[in-house]
């Protein structure tokens, strides 16, 4: 792996079996993973896998890759998979989720089960089954204390909006619906309505000016209380709030597939974009080992991250070095 030039944009493109070509790397010298593996039923495609491999051979190939991928990133770094199933006799094969615990048990954190739901999806001929149309995106970590900054989101998308002139939140409340629980509550004395409202009132400022994106109320009588310190703001003041400052999406993002590009299952750039502002840091390096088009790549570079993308067909590459070329 060459050294990057931290004043530079720099991607590196590597022909070869990414199997082989990780071992070549130095340990803990990657800051970010992203990347989808050739699906069981696509393999021929992808000359990383062997034809003939059975459903456990190709996940005990995804595992070797992802202990390869586990030696070469940093302690704080991050690694995003996203991986599709396949139905064999009738039953889906629960690839993935097969994948996911084996990874856990290999010493791997789970941050997150993503559930890419996509906008479009191909129609199915099969009477009596329904259309697939998600895919899971795993975010997986070595170490509690990985990188997240949540700050380099669009601080201009804000999660409030308006609606019959009032402001709402993500959470689908207005101030209007906490006043009147706050106002009728039989379980706050006339002190501790008094000193709710108030703090409605400045949530409902900080909300509109832009310093939080998104708020909660848990009110003594009404809400709930799911972690022991909120328990004890209720006992103590009647109510607590849940704030947010960044806007942070759930676990299911709809995204519609790319089709404008060579490669036979491309990662859409949007897939990859949160993963990589959120979880590498400026001027790190991200990785994709199975770069296929190099979409990983090509959103690392818009980002002002380094990028290195494995590849055996050198037409992708090809097209991958000319998708980058091109960005200012």
């Known amino acids: 792996m060459k050294k990057f030039d931290k004043n530079q944009k720099n991607v590196q493109f590597i022909k070869g079996d990414c199997f082989n070509i990780l071992k070549s790397f130095e340990p803990n010298s990657v800051d970010c993973v992203v990347t989808s593996p050739p699906y069981f039923q696509e393999r021929e495609k992808n000359k990383h896998f062997n034809l003939n491999q059975s459903i456990e051979s190709y996940i005990d190939s995804i595992i070797i890759v992802s202990t390869l991928i586990q030696h070469v990133l940093k302690d704080e770094g991050s690694f995003w998979l996203n991986l599709g199933d396949s139905y064999s006799k ?5 690839i993935p989720e097969r994948i996911a615990i084996e990874l856990t048990n290999r010493g791997w954190l789970l941050n997150n089960d993503i559930i890419w739901k996509k906008t ?14 998600y895919e899971h995106f795993y975010h997986f970590v070595k170490s509690k204390s990985f990188y ?9 998308k804000n999660s409030k909006y308006t609606k019959s002139g009032l402001i709402k939140t993500d959470s689908n409340l207005t101030g209007v619906n906490y006043r009147k629980i706050i106002e009728n509550s039989n379980h706050l004395t006339d002190v501790e309505k008094q000193n709710a409202l108030l703090a409605l ?18 009110i003594r009588g009404h809400n709930k209380v799911v972690s022991y310190q909120r328990q004890k703001e209720v006992e103590k003041n009647g109510y ?14 709809e995204i519609l597939p790319e089709k404008d590009n060579p490669h036979y299952a491309p990662f859409p750039e949007e897939l990859v974009e949160f993963p990589i502002k959120v979880s590498c840091p400026p001027n790190g390096i991200v990785l994709d080992p199975f770069s296929g088009s190099g979409t990983t790549c090509f959103v690392a570079l818009k980002n002002k991250r380094n990028a290195i993308g494995i590849e055996l067909r050198e037409e992708f590459i090809k097209y991958a070095k000319d998708r980058c070329s091109k960005i200012n």
């Not at 479009?120 to 149309?133: Q, V």
């Not at 909300?207 to 708020?215: A, H, W």
């Not at 607590?240 to 993002?253: F, G, L, M, Q, T």
Request: net charge positive; hydrophobic share 30%; glycine share 4%.
């Open 120 to 133: 479009s999806s191909t129609p199915t001929s099969f009477k009596k089954r329904l259309t697939n149309s």
């Open 90 to 94: 009738g039953s889906l094969r629960l």
């Open 240 to 253: 607590a709030i849940i704030k947010s400052r960044y806007n942070k999406p759930s676990d299911v993002w």
């Open 201 to 218: 009132d400045k949530c409902l400022s900080e909300l509109e000016s832009g310093d939080i994106k998104d708020f909660r109320f848990i």
């Open 148 to 156: 997240y900054n949540l700050t380099t989101l669009d601080a201009k």
